[in-house]
């Protein structure tokens, strides 16, 4: 079964440090999301992306995240200086048409 | 975004049935009903959707309120491997729109 992968599955960085998340999506999907959770808590929606462009985002991301799609088949998240409150799992997810999302395992993200 | 109520935990035996609730009085026309749960360390994974008639699947089964103000994902043999956190969540046909978790069930699955 296809599936969504994600890389790093774990990274550590350092307070103010630029992290570049990646993720391959479903070969033929068309939607894009990140999502992240903070150990413990709930998963929040970061942000959605179709047809090369943004198509919605929560407060939580600023201007110090960016996603790209550089390539046709990767689809990044940025942060570009980490703070300890963005130690959390990130998750990537792909759809064709919304009816079901795939998320991949996750990238655990720790800013020291 | 519409807003689901779940019980905060729930526990079942192994092998037996599970019937996971869910209240979502203000549910609109469009939206339909999603569950996905979350193993342990894991991505969050789909299960089910459905609108008005009740759905089955080979992971669960969905029935649904005549009224749509709740539905219920049932597990008809839960096996170990079904302890996850459930959500159940509402979700508008229009546009592959974003996900919105709430707390979820937890669910204890005892050998």
């Known amino acids: 079964e296809p599936e969504v992968t994600q890389t790093p599955s774990h990274q550590v960085t350092q307070m103010g440090q630029e992290v570049i998340l990646r993720c391959v999506p479903i070969s033929n999907h068309l939607y894009f999301y990140w999502y992240r959770q903070i150990l413990g808590q709930k998963v929040e929606f970061l942000v959605s992306f179709y047809n090369n462009e943004i198509s919605e985002k929560s407060e939580i991301f600023d201007d110090q995240f960016s996603v790209e799609r550089p390539d046709g088949s990767n689809f990044t998240l940025k942060i570009r200086s980490t703070k300890l409150e963005d130690s959390a799992m990130y998750f990537c997810a792909s759809t064709l048409s919304g009816n079901t999302i795939y998320f991949g395992e996750g990238s655990w993200l720790t800013v020291v | 975004d519409a807003k689901t109520t779940q019980p905060n935990s729930m526990e079942s035996n192994e092998e037996e049935p599970v019937h996971l609730p869910c209240n979502h009085s203000?549910?609109?026309?469009?939206?339909?009903i999603h569950w996905y749960r979350q193993l342990p360390s894991q991505g969050p994974e789909y299960v089910i959707h459905g609108l008005t008639s009740n759905v089955n699947n080979r992971m669960a089964s969905l029935a649904i309120a005549e009224d749509r103000k709740s539905s219920t994902l049932i597990l008809h043999r839960a096996t170990l491997r079904d302890a996850a956190v459930y959500y159940c969540?509402?979700?508008?046909?229009?546009?592959?729109?974003?996900?919105?978790f709430g707390q979820g069930t937890r669910l204890t699955i005892n050998p």
């Open positions: 203000t549910i609109s026309g469009t939206d339909y």
């Open positions: 969540i509402l979700r508008s046909w229009q546009g592959a729109q974003k996900l919105v």
